[in-house]
């Protein structure tokens, strides 16, 4: 059997012309050791697990391993299901629309890699396009755990504000709970290309939010301010809001709760309360927003 490693080398050997230098911005190519360079000697070596980092300056991240460790649990567990069938589905609808036979797609802040990978999971049970993927996230750590868990995807430690892609290489862009650089996505995406976009929904993990924040700012959320940014670079072609309600076991709870940068500020002793007596049932609510240039 050919080795996990193997394989990634020998996609990212197919895929080097994709790359972009994030130093100066100049083609990469790929040496017999496996680094990317450029023709002015800018190096990037693939690390053991099989990811590149791109990054020039290791950057200090809020979401450690253990907070990418809980939501991989979160999201084995089914949580954010409906919202990823949802935009397989848009993918899919755009794909065979435009009678496309292969389609390139960017995760940009793909953290530990599940969304994309189970994206491209249903994507590829169309046996008559070929879906390629590639993830970025600015921690390492995330990426590393992409890179062991997910074959067949191309990941990569970098910046979004200064992707180390070419431009006009991506039909879709993923952006999910994660920032944005409109800038960058619409450098990457070629002209027919959608930007799709997660954004929690206003009532996002209220229940919790009732309890960890009652009486202050934070027990609500208004999502506005980032549609509105959105449709400030992006011209807005579908919004869809997505609610349902979530079952959550004690353990899940406690992952639920070292997932979430909602929990950041929150008081040491409600949390603990809460891994105690549980939440029955969570609301789940995002809104998908699809935008063209
Ligand atoms: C809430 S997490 C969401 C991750 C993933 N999309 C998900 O839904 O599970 C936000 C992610 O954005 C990443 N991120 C933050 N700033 C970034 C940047 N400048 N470039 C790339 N990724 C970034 C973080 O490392 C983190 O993985």
Redesign the pocket.
Known sequence: MIKKIELTKKLIANSSSIFMCPICGSEMMINKFMSLFCRNRHNFDLSRQGYINMLLKQVK?D?DKKMFES?NMISKSGFFTPMLNLISNLILEETLKNKMVNSNILDA????GS?LSRILMNLRENRSINFSGVG????KE?IRLASREYMNIIWCVA???KIPLKNDQFDIVLN????ANYGEFNRVLNNQGLLIKVVPGNNYLIELREILFKGTSKQFYLNNRVVQHFSDNFKIINKQPILYKVNLNNENIEHLIKMT?LVWNAEKEKLEEIIRTGIKNITVAFEVIVGKK
């Open positions: 991240s979401y939501r802040g793909c953290g530990e969304h970025i996230d600015i921690s995330g910046d979004l504000s999910i709970l994660s920032p940068p």
